[in-house]
C-alpha cells in the first residue's frame, strides 16, 4: 500500500509506520525502528528482532537480543513473534532447543492467527504420535491457506485419516485464500 504525495502521485518510498520519506542509512532505519519500538509498536520490535536475528542493518548477529524483542513483540500481540520465537526454542537459536517450549510458543502464535504456527503443531503431533490430532492442525492451517498443510491433508486422505468432507473442507478454504 503507498500514499500519496503532494502531486497526487503515488510515493512508494514512504515508510510504512510512519509515512515519511524511506531511511537514507541504516543508522537511520534502525532509528525509526528503535524509537517505534520504544513506543511499544509490536510491528516494530518485531522488525528491530529481525534485524538482530539476521545481523543486518549494522546490527550484530544476537539471537540472545533478537529472541528477547520477539518475546517482547509477542506479549505485544505481533503472532509471527511467538512464531520466530518457537522456532529459536525449535532449532536452538541463542536458546537451548527445547521443544515443549517451541510448541507452547507456536500455540500462542497459532491462537494470534499465525498460520505457520499452526502448521508447525500439526507436525509436533505427528512427532508425539498424534496422527489425528496432528490432522486437525494441518486442516485449519490448509483452510487458512497454507500450501504444505493442504499437501500434508491430501495425503491424510489418501491413506484414509481424513475424511472426505474434512479434505472437501480443507480445500474449499484454501481455494477461497487464494481466490
Known amino acids: 500500500m503507498s500514499a500519496m504525495d503532494e502531486t497526487g502521485g503515488k510515493n512508494k518510498d514512504l515508510c510504512p509506520f510512519c509515512r515519511t520519506p524511506s531511511a537514507n542509512s541504516a543508522e537511520e532505519e534502525v532509528g525509526r525502528t528503535k524509537k517505534l519500538a520504544d513506543a511499544d ?12 536475528a539476521q545481523g543486518i542493518l549494522d546490527l550484530p548477529h544476537d539471537w540472545t537480543r533478537a529472541n528477547e524483542l520477539y518475546q517482547k513483540a ?14 529459536s526454542y525449535r ?3 541463542g536458546v537451548r532447543i527445547d521443544m515443549k517450549k517451541a510448541t507452547e510458543y507456536f500455540e500462542l502464535a497459532a491462537i ?3 498460520v ?4 508447525n503443531l500439526g507436525y ?8 489425528h490430532r496432528a490432522m486437525k492442525h494441518y486442516i485449519i492451517a490448509a483452510s487458512a491457506g497454507n500450501k504444505p498443510s493442504l499437501n500434508v491433508v491430501k495425503k491424510g ?15 474449499r478454504g484454501y481455494q477461497k485464500c487464494h481466490d
Open 41 to 52: 509498536n509490536a510491528r516494530a520490535v518485531n522488525m528491530l528482532a529481525g534485524y538482530y
Open 74 to 87: 509477542g506479549e505485544l500481540g505481533h503472532a509471527e513473534a511467538y512464531f520466530n520465537l518457537g522456532n
Open 91 to 93: 532449532v536452538g537459536r
Open 112 to 114: 494470534n492467527g499465525c
Open 116 to 119: 505457520s504456527a499452526r502448521h
Open 124 to 131: 509436533a503431533e505427528l512427532l508425539a504420535g498424534n496422527e
Open 157 to 171: 486422505f489418501m491413506r484414509g485419516v481424513v475424511t472426505k468432507e474434512e479434505y472437501e473442507q480443507a480445500l
